[in-house]
């Protein structure tokens, strides 16, 4: 790993006890604060907890352990260890802080794995969440790492991230649930091959090491937040014309699009539009959109004819007691299926059109008990490819990798998962929001948002499928600037010379 970062020291000139004094006792007093919101939070109530794990284990060893001088190691004495590598132990899982003793991951046949939340080259060991927080960073990173060598120097076996929260406590437990889970698969992956995965590739590090927040941090934080709760609540008032999301039409290809240029469709009284995906069928030009009806405060699938300049409202499609968005469509041997959005009922399902446009019924439950959004599905080298972005802890985070399944059958209830991890864990645009055709190349539309915004520009990237491995080449960014009212675009869609897309509008 290639270093090329500094640590933030404080200020010597500014840095007295008194000041230390209250550094320590604000972030006390935010975090205390915090904590009793937390535990109010149904997912992470329970994160500051101690937990009593001993009727999960069979035998439990109790070894003393101390800090070394620089407090980012623990010390462990011969005896002990010597102790341990009795024990026949094929894996050392570390869940705490700190650096493994010298030796250490000796004592276990496979090694050893640690949980690096929150990357700590970047974050403060006792604060991982803080800085991404206070950065407004879109993103929180965590790694796991496998330990085999002497000295311990770890290699990233998993390198991934999560949406940043936005406070440090929540974002702190939103990392540490979500690391949990991949350490759980990864762990049943070794326990099933007998062997640590292959590490992935170092990559350069550029940042600051970010040290403990100084005093201004520390108000600079609470400033922040305030602002946040401030506008919050001022966007909960009710306003004569509210921002909301939008569709509109540009006649041509989605490469040569003009979207300054595009005819907005005006949805019903009452309802906004998104998700667009249009299709061309008998003739005609059909453009699906999630139309969510405030009034029931839930999404439906409706349909509007784009054909001619001037779009035309069809009527509604799918309905659901649950709510339904991203109605991506496609055609397979003369029939029309489509894939919508269904997360609130723990199903990836898949309907098949019945006669008219209008006409669909549920064709095959492709996945059951999987809180799954925004699937995308095609066939490539003759086996069925589908993309979906799952919310691995329940804490509405759908963007934590983009996971791939595939099948020999398009109705089949038995899509089979590649590899352990998601296939695309970049740090943007891992979510769906659509998928393009270009000489016979798939394209792959991601969303990418920044910190409290969701869908502020999209990322397009050619689909690669190799037997059962996913890649992804990028292509191209788009981004809302063709209009001054436009603050955010999350979806594109396209069908020969017609391409629809939405957009979020602050007017």
């Given at each position: ?73 623990w010390i462990l004495s011969d005896k002990d260890q010597r102790l341990l590598r009795t ?133 600079g934080y609470i400033w922040a937040q305030f602002l946040r709760l401030f506008r919050k609540k001022l966007e909960s008032l009710p306003v ?268």
């Amino acid at each position: 790993m290639l270093h090329s970062s500094q640590i933030i020291p404080e200020n010597p000139k500014f840095v007295t006890r008194w000041t230390t004094v209250l550094r320590q006792f604000i972030l006390k007093t935010v975090m205390r604060l915090e904590r009793i919101k937390l535990e109010k939070d149904n997912l992470f109530l329970k994160h500051n907890s101690l937990m009593d794990i001993s009727a999960l284990v069979s035998e439990i060893f109790v070894v003393d352990s101390s800090w070394d001088d620089s407090y980012s190691s623990w010390i462990l004495s011969d005896k002990d260890q010597r102790l341990l590598r009795t024990q026949d132990i094929d894996l050392v899982i570390m869940l705490g802080y700190g650096v493994l003793p010298e030796n250490f991951s000796q004592i276990a046949s496979l090694g050893a794995l640690s949980l690096e939340a929150g990357e700590k080259r970047k974050s403060g060991r006792l604060l991982t969440g803080f800085w991404e927080v206070f950065r407004k960073d879109a993103r929180s990173y965590f790694e796991i790492q496998h330990h085999r060598d002497p000295t311990n120097r770890g290699t990233v076996i998993e390198r991934a991230s999560v949406a940043t929260q936005t406070y440090f406590l929540r974002n702190q437990a939103h990392i540490n649930v979500t690391n949990a889970s991949r350490m759980l698969a990864l762990i049943e992956k070794i326990g099933i091959s007998g062997e640590i995965p292959t590490p992935e590739i170092d990559v350069l590090f550029t940042d600051q090491i970010l040290g403990f927040p100084n005093l201004k941090h520390s108000l600079g934080y609470i400033w922040a937040q305030f602002l946040r709760l401030f506008r919050k609540k001022l966007e909960s008032l009710p306003v004569l014309i509210s921002p909301r999301w939008r569709v509109a039409v540009a006649r041509d290809s989605w490469q040569s699009a003009v979207l300054s240029e595009s005819i907005e469709i005006q949805p019903a009284m009452g309802s906004w539009l998104a998700d667009p995906f249009v299709i061309r069928r008998d003739g005609r030009c059909y453009c699906f959109v999630e139309e969510f009806v405030e009034k029931m405060g839930k999404g439906r699938i409706a349909v509007y004819d784009v054909t001619d300049p001037e779009p035309a409202y069809l009527g509604v499609a799918l309905d659901e007691e649950f709510h339904l968005s991203f109605p991506f469509v496609f055609e397979h041997e003369g029939d029309l299926f489509m894939c919508p959005e269904s997360h609130e009922a723990n199903q990836i399902r898949l309907y098949r059109n019945t006669g008219d446009i209008l006409s669909w019924e549920l064709s095959t439950i492709l996945m059951e008990n999987i809180r799954a959004v925004d699937s995308l599905i095609f066939l490539q080298e003759g086996r069925w490819t589908l993309l979906t972005s799952i919310d691995e802890t329940g804490a509405g985070d759908f963007s934590t990798g983009l996971w791939c399944f595939q099948s020999d059958q398009l109705l089949s209830s038995n899509w089979k998962q590649q590899g352990w991890k998601p296939a695309n864990v970049q740090s943007e645009c891992m979510r769906n929001g659509g998928l393009l055709e270009s000489e016979a190349q798939y394209f792959r539309v991601g969303q990418v948002s920044d910190f409290g915004e969701y869908g502020s520009r999209v990322h397009i990237s050619r689909v690669g499928i190799s037997g059962s491995e996913y890649s992804e080449q990028f292509s191209t960014v788009v981004t809302p600037e063709f209009s001054r009212s436009a603050i955010g675009l999350h979806h594109i869609s396209c069908a020969d010379n017609v391409t629809v897309f939405d957009y979020f509008s602050k007017s």
